[in-house]
């Protein structure tokens, strides 16, 4: 037993060895008035005690994940000469946002088994069940789909730049039409498509100054707000008939 | 220049809403329409959410609305006796209309609904105004030039509780002003216009109000109903989206006073086959997405229930 122990150790060791250290260009992403997306450089290095294990090639996978929410997909089809929703299907959780980068084609840095369990593809990283169509794939795929459109769903095959097997960066372009929350960026490390590190941090993105202002009176204080628009609205009515009346003149 | 919308979460360009929203107060201020028949749709079109759309949409009605019932003020062409009329009727109208929208979209497809309520009025003011218009206009040339006067007496003239519209120089009961208003609240409410399109061709056709009061008094009403509607959206949904309506109504309040000064100085059958035009190729629009298979099958929503 104790054998057994020491050998599982010593087995385990090498993956052991390397390990990732990080580093972001920027620690969350605020947005303004004039916010037009952002790039998120992520880099790092991978840190050994001893001269890299002969395992198989190294492989590293960054993702960048937003907030997991519910989403009702839809199906249009030819009802009575016109095109009508018919089937729907919610998907339980799916996140707003997902990228995922890595230095290689997918299927040679990540094992089936391991994406399975740490759900780092698009398709493991949304979770549907329960729906009652036949072809529940196909709404599936179509989210990915049109999400990938919006350039909310990005897969980045050889976006993440490996150089001496030691330093590694990767940019993630996140797009401007954003949902607010933690977005959560993971780095994993493999060798021959087996997991031997993980890192996870969080990055915030949220609202700041006059948005973050408005967004909070508008949930907070809706009757005031509604007032405030529609004062807005009357003055910007008045003042350009009281400026035309002047220009008439 | 791109900015953001806090509410509808969105990154836009500034000069474009600001172009929307001009072009649309342009036919606002002509016609005596909100001109939301044309913005929410506009609106979608370039990615802003349909809630917050429609929301924001009624809120840009009232700005450019007041604009151009001042101008049609200082010319004496506001009814505030009928105006008030339709007024009651469309409150009424409007709460009766969410009501029966939220009842639509718990039964789903509230959507298509809209749609084709879109298709279908559209389609049938646009056709009669069409029409007529070009009868009008047939007509006064045969008659060399003169404007034919429309009062003709029929079934309205016939029912009781009548009551005196001196700037519209007529004697008519008030069930049916009440009637149109309710009607057109109703409608604005589900199709999430002011319902201006659909107004003005009832107080010309139905009620015989003369066209150059229409505009002033149809934009006097819609001010209102859509304060209301603006009110119901922030306090329940959270929808309007203030840096969006300011851009849109920036544009639209100085394209109301253009437009309201354009109107004038053209004739009033030109004005009306001019928007029966405009409410058909709408209508031509909606119908041909309604028909056609869609590029893409599937459409996102939010989740829950």
């Known amino acids: 037993m104790l054998r057994l122990l020491a050998f599982l150790v010593l087995a385990a060791l090498p993956a052991q060895a390397e390990e990732i250290v990080l580093g972001l260009s920027r620690d969350e992403v605020a947005i303004t008035a004039n916010f037009d997306g952002s790039d998120i450089l992520i880099f790092g290095a991978i840190k050994r005690d001893k001269p890299a294990p002969d395992t198989g090639p190294l492989g590293v996978i960054v993702t960048v994940a937003g907030p997991d929410l519910p989403v009702t997909v839809r199906r249009k089809d030819r009802r009575l000469g016109i095109w009508v929703n018919t089937d729907a299907v919610e998907v339980d959780a799916a996140p707003s946002f997902y990228a995922v980068a890595t230095n290689g084609p997918l ?44 350039e909310l769903y990005q897969v980045l095959e050889g976006g993440v730049d490996l150089e001496e097997d030691t330093l590694f960066r990767a940019a993630v372009n996140l797009p401007a039409n954003l949902t607010e929350g933690d977005y959560e960026a993971r780095i994993f490390l493999t060798r021959s498509g087996v997991i031997v590190d993980e890192y996870v941090t969080v990055i915030p993105v949220h609202k700041v100054g006059m948005e973050r202002w408005l967004y909070n009176l508008a949930h907070d204080n809706a009757v005031l707000y509604g007032l405030m628009s529609l004062a807005i609205a009357i003055a910007a009515g008045w003042g350009a008939s009281a400026i035309f009346g002047l220009l008439r003149r | 220049m791109q900015i953001y919308l806090p509410i509808a979460e969105v990154s836009v360009n500034a000069f474009l809403l600001l172009g929307l929203g001009g072009m649309v107060g342009i036919l606002s201020g002509m016609f005596g329409v909100g001109g939301g028949f044309l913005m929410t749709p506009l609106l979608f079109f370039i990615g802003i959410p349909p809630a917050v759309a429609v929301a924001t949409e009624a809120n840009q009605i009232v ?202 100085h053209m004739k009033a059958e030109q004005l009306r086959i001019l928007l029966a035009a405009l409410v058909l190729a709408v209508c031509g629009k909606l119908a041909f997405d309604l028909l056609v298979m869609p590029s893409e099958l599937y459409s996102l929503g939010a989740g829950g229930h």
């Open chain 1, 107 to 150: 299927n040679e840095v990540l094992r089936d088994t391991e994406d399975l369990r740490n759900e780092i593809t698009i398709r493991r990283a949304i979770r549907s069940v329960g729906a009652d169509v036949d072809d529940s794939r196909a709404f599936t795929q179509a989210l990915i789909r049109i999400r990938a459109g919006n």
């Open chain 2, 63 to 264: 700005a450019s609305s007041f604009s151009g019932v001042l101008a049609h003020f200082k010319r004496r062409t506001v009814d505030l006796r009928m105006g008030t009329v339709l007024l009651i009727g469309g409150l009424v109208g409007s709460g009766l209309g969410i009501l029966l929208f939220n009842y639509l979209r718990s039964l789903g497809q509230v959507e298509l609904l809209v749609q084709l309520c879109y298709v279908i009025f559209l389609g049938i003011i646009g056709a009669l105004m069409f029409v007529e218009s070009l009868n009008a206009i047939r007509k006064s040339k045969k008659a060399g030039g003169a404007v034919p006067t429309r009062r003709k007496h029929n079934w309205v003239h016939n029912l009781p509780f009548k009551m005196k519209f001196r700037v519209s120089g007529l004697y008519i009961s008030v069930i049916p002003p009440l009637l149109v208003g309710v009607l057109v609240g109703v409608l604005a409410a589900i199709m999430g216009v002011g319902g201006g399109f659909i107004m003005v061709p009832a107080m010309i056709y139905l009620l015989g109000m003369p066209t150059k009061v229409v505009v002033g008094t149809s934009l006097f009403q819609i001010i209102f109903v859509t304060a209301f509607t603006t009110m119901l959206h922030a306090t329940t949904n959270f929808t309007v989206d203030i840096v969006l309506a300011v851009l849109l109504l920036v544009g639209g309040v100085i394209g109301a006073q253009i437009g309201t000064r354009i109107g004038v």
